[in-house]
């Protein structure tokens, strides 16, 4: 008989341990089985032999004791030999054990249920597990964007200022100018230029309206019978809220690459795909795998740049799709063409650990944000004063002590 075709209820006292279990079980993870016990119920029935010695869950029957619970499921495995018993007690454990994780799936999950409001500590992961598994980015401050006219004035954000952050700098000011850029980066020159420069596609219209406003899944045109909606149920749909924006500095003509080519070691340039014919032939291009795997939608699967690095192509895997977000969780965008914090220290390991970093056209500055938890430093410059403001403040809550400098640090 297979033993899970009957579930039996029987008093505590009946079961006991095997006498040969090597299977040890802390105090702290009895208390962590206990708590399930208390959140979910039973989930996972005993697996014992006839006379009530256990084959599989000696944590969940010490987890019962401390709850002080009087009857416990069982499932018997009747007719089972002493070596068929004693091979699966090691079995149940050991295979167990050999299964693996998704790491960037599970941070998604883990951080999806925080926000819920779930308690994450029940299960079963440590405090410094958890710790190293949600840290990635999990400490960048959210920017205020809907606060951003009252942040300007409390910065007082213009063209033409230098802002000293803590080893980082950022200018307000424009990167397509040789002496504003000659003043940010001081001569020096950086060993990675990372950067996602206006390309001429007006990505916010004249309204200031970003962000889409269709349900998640759906299509530009064509509905639910288009290919990319693989998937999609309208019943489901879930709205992507639109947000404001001003139209980016010079997104409404195309980008020449040429002035910002040799201005660092390793140049990487985001858009690169809509003018790959103003720029040389590489072997490396990155691709920013953004969907991973969830369903098609009207999102990009993926967003391509342009490297000046003599290496073989690179896939760099960060979820952030629409809702869908590998980290951040909570924040809202707050510029157009945002990209992830954790994005930035993967690619900034990749090219110029712990170097000297450049962003040219830097928006709400995540890649400081990148630099300063990796050890690196950044030069950045964003020419909108609003912008500006908001990546002021995301400084100073990370207790950086933005100070405005007269001139550029020679």
């Known amino acids: ?41 039973w989930t996972i029935p005993l697996l014992v032999d006839e006379k009530g010695v256990l084959i599989a869950g000696h944590g969940r029957l010490l987890a019962a004791k401390k709850l002080g619970l009087k009857k416990v499921p069982v499932m018997v495995a009747a007719g089972w030999t002493e070596k068929q018993k004693r091979a699966y007690l090691l079995a149940d454990n050991k295979l167990a054990l050999n299964a693996g994780w998704d790491s960037e799936l599970l941070k998604v999950e883990l951080a999806d249920l925080r926000e819920l409001g779930a308690d994450i500590s029940i299960i079963g992961f440590a405090d410094d597990e958890l710790r190293e598994i949600l840290g990635a980015g999990a400490d960048a401050p959210e920017p205020k964007l809907d606060q951003a006219a009252e942040l300007q004035k409390k910065w007082r954000t213009a063209r033409g200022q230098f802002w000293q952050i803590g080893r980082h700098r950022l200018m307000c000011g424009d990167a397509y100018d040789p002496a504003d850029r000659n003043s940010l980066l001081a001569g020096k020159r950086p060993q990675l230029l990372h950067t996602d420069p206006p390309y001429g596609i007006s990505i916010v219209s004249t309204k200031g309206v970003g962000g889409g406003s269709k349900p998640f899944g759906s299509t530009v045109s064509g509905g639910a019978n288009r290919k990319s909606s693989k998937g999609f149920d ?96 909570g924040e809202r965008r707050t510029h157009p063409t945002e990209k992830p914090v954790d994005l930035f220290k993967a690619i900034g390991a990749e090219y110029a650990p712990k170097g000297t970093w450049a962003d040219l056209f830097a928006g709400t500055c995540a890649q400081i944000i990148a630099a300063e938890q990796t050890g690196a430093t950044c030069f950045a410059s964003e020419i909108e004063p609003i912008y500006v403001a908001v990546a002021l403040e995301r400084m100073s809550e990370m207790d950086l002590k933005p100070k405005l400098a007269e001139k550029a640090a020679a």
């Open 1 to 41: 008989m297979n033993p899970a075709d009957k579930v039996e209820s029987w008093p505590i006292e009946r079961c006991s341990p095997a006498a040969r279990n090597p299977r040890t079980h802390s105090a702290v993870q009895v208390a962590q089985i206990a708590a399930s016990i208390r959140e979910w119920g």
């Open 234 to 329: 309208k019943r489901k749909a879930k709205i992507i809220q639109s947000n404001v924006y001003r139209p980016i500095h010079g997104d409404d003509k195309p980008f020449d690459p040429a002035q910002f080519l040799g201005l660092a070691e390793v140049v990487v340039l985001w858009g690169a795909n809509y003018f790959a014919d103003k720029l040389p032939p590489s072997s490396c291009w990155v691709c920013w795998d953004k969907r991973e795997a969830i369903t098609r939608n009207t999102f990009a699967d993926c967003e391509l740049a342009w490297c000046s690095d003599d290496s073989p192509a690179r896939i760099f895997h960060h979820l952030w799709n629409g809702i869908h977000k590998g980290s951040q969780h």
